[in-house]
């Protein structure tokens, strides 16, 4: 009987744990929880500015795809002062289209705001003349061809810059890391 009992409590005291190894488990988890935090807040505002220029980018080749669609000029238009752009298109809110470019019923979309994820709207490139403040439009035909133009965006807090190029007779958008002038096109290009 008492063999019984040493073993019955031999088989007791392995299956528990003992506070001192909880409390390394508990810190264990909790310096790898700490690690993980401090990563993934240091990765975040990174994430907000790849997300701004895929939305950028998104709202460029739709709105190219609708004046193709549509067989109508859209425009779209980048408020360099607000840090924001949206897309003109030439349909009233109530339905029809505009009568002016500067009807004021015509219907405004996509409509964002960059400074709400700490991103600057820096500069934007129109056929070679550069602008760092005010409110320029450009447009998409029904051919798919675009204004020329280059969009340089800026995270601050990440220290980085992005731009986005829009080909004149494609419309096709190209992605450069920090900012990027095209050089300009010499006899030597057509050889």
Known sequence: MVGRTRARAARSSTRAFTLVELMVVIVVVGLIGGVAVVTWSSMLPKQQFHSAIRNLSEVLYGTRSEAIARNREFRIQYDLDADTYRVRTPFKE????????????RLWMHE???????????????????????????????????????????????KQSFTLEVLPLTGEIRMHDGGFTRDPVDEGDFR
């Open 112 to 158: 964002t705001d960059l400074k709400k994820a700490g991103i600057d709207l820096q500069e934007i490139v129109i056929d070679d003349q550069p602008h760092t403040d005010g409110a320029w439009e450009i447009y998409f035909t029904p051919v798919g061809a675009s204004t020329y133009h280059t969009i340089l965006l800026r995270d601050e807090a990440m």
């Open 94 to 105: 109530g339905g029809g289209f505009a009568t002016s470019d500067d009807d004021p019923e």
